[in-house]
């Protein structure tokens, strides 16, 4: 058990939650940015609100689109455009495989921290554990807050704002994840796992609930059409669970394995040693 | 009844720790390196940018949309 072991394990959860993650943002989430270009495009967001629930956004996506969709962010010199073919396959590809190559990796070394300092939990339950609540304190509760929104909702103008924002909030809920946890683990030697943990859940929720109430609410939804906002939140969500998810399979069952083998050879080498 | 769960079992080996002296060197470079890649793909040449232009924004952007970032 090194952190070199725990690295090399993250980044290889994270490659097989980075493929993964491409294909279910690719399937789930894709036909909804194409409508929303669609929406962004035509600009005319309300006059092509749908009226019934039986228009397909995948006759959008097989349609073929091959227009570009670059923002125009006003004082950039030199804007590089990238086809929607690319964007959607090639660009969605890179940016998750990057994505869960990094967040496997970290998530791995903080595993790696953690074995054994978690109370009688083993390497793979405490791994689990913590890709668990890094799912919770990175994505889910600032998705709760700031949740994902498709191309042509949000302006470009409050980019600096919108990004401070999330980023703001990601830090405190990081943070307050981290702190509450180890709360509990202290909390725990004198009122049990289960206080500690109740503890724990409870002060990491309250201090969240502060914290958005504090924090600006980010409202640039206009007229854009509520059930492609919603389809499209939904994706996001999706994909970011698979995200975490897979890294969270993939590791636990490659950190036990790990272990087990570590512990076969320290019995082993007890057995020789004792005869 | 729960009292037999809360004394180990004999023979069971404990659970191993990695010494943080050990681990800060790999937390200290990947967590720069990791870092490093989210920020490209969540955030440059949009809000902030360390690199100039519009390719990594442009060919990221999708993810960047369906991963939760901030993007338009
Ligand atoms: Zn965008």
Redesign the pocket.
């Known amino acids: 058990m090194t952190a070199r072991a725990f690295l090399i394990r993250g980044l290889i959860a994270g490659l097989v939650a980075g493929i993964a993650t491409f294909f279910v943002a690719y399937s789930v989430g894709e036909p909804h940015v194409e409508t929303a270009i669609a929406l962004e495009e035509s600009g005319t967001a309300a006059e092509e609100a749908p009226t019934d629930a039986s228009h397909d956004h995948g006759d959008e996506a097989a349609g073929g689109h091959s227009h570009t ?1 670059s ?1 125009s962010h006003g004082d950039e010199g030199e804007d590089t455009e990238v086809s929607r073919d690319s964007q959607r396959t090639w660009g969605l590809l890179t940016g998750s495989l990057a994505v869960g190559l990094a967040l496997g990796g970290i998530v791995a070394l903080v595993a790696a921290g953690t074995i054994g300092r978690m109370g009688r939990l083993q390497p793979g339950q405490s791994t689990a554990l913590i890709t668990l609540l890094g799912f919770v304190a990175f994505a889910l509760v600032p998705f709760l807050k700031y949740p994902a929104n ?2 042509a909702v ?1 302006s470009g103008d409050t980019i600096g704002d919108r990004t401070a924002l999330y980023f703001g909030f990601v830090v405190v809920s990081v943070l307050t994840a981290v702190a509450a946890t180890y709360v509990a683990l202290r909390l725990r030697n004198r009122l049990g796992t289960y206080g500690g943990v109740v503890a724990g859940a409870a002060g990491y929720l309250a201090v969240m609930v502060v914290a958005g109430q504090l924090f600006a609410t980010v409202n640039e939804v206009g007229d854009f059409p509520a059930d492609t906002l919603w389809f499209f939140r939904r994706a996001s969500l999706f994909t970011l669970a698979t995200m975490w998810g897979v890294i969270g399979v993939v590791l636990t069952g490659l950190v036990g394995r790990l272990y087990a083998a570590q512990t076969e050879r320290a019995q082993r080498r007890a057995l020789a040693a004792s005869l | 009844m729960s009292q037999v769960s809360a004394v180990p079992v004999a023979g069971a080996p404990s659970v191993p720790t990695i010494p943080f002296g050990q681990l800060a060197p790999w937390a200290l470079f990947f967590g720069l390196l990791g870092t490093l890649v989210l920020f490209f793909v969540s955030t440059d040449q949009g809000a902030v940018s360390l690199l100039a232009g519009t390719a990594i ?1 442009e060919w990221v ?2 993810g ?2 369906l991963l939760g970032y901030p ?2």
Do not use: A, E, L
């Open positions: 969709h923002h498709p191309p949000g | 924004h952007h999708d960047r949309h993007c338009h």
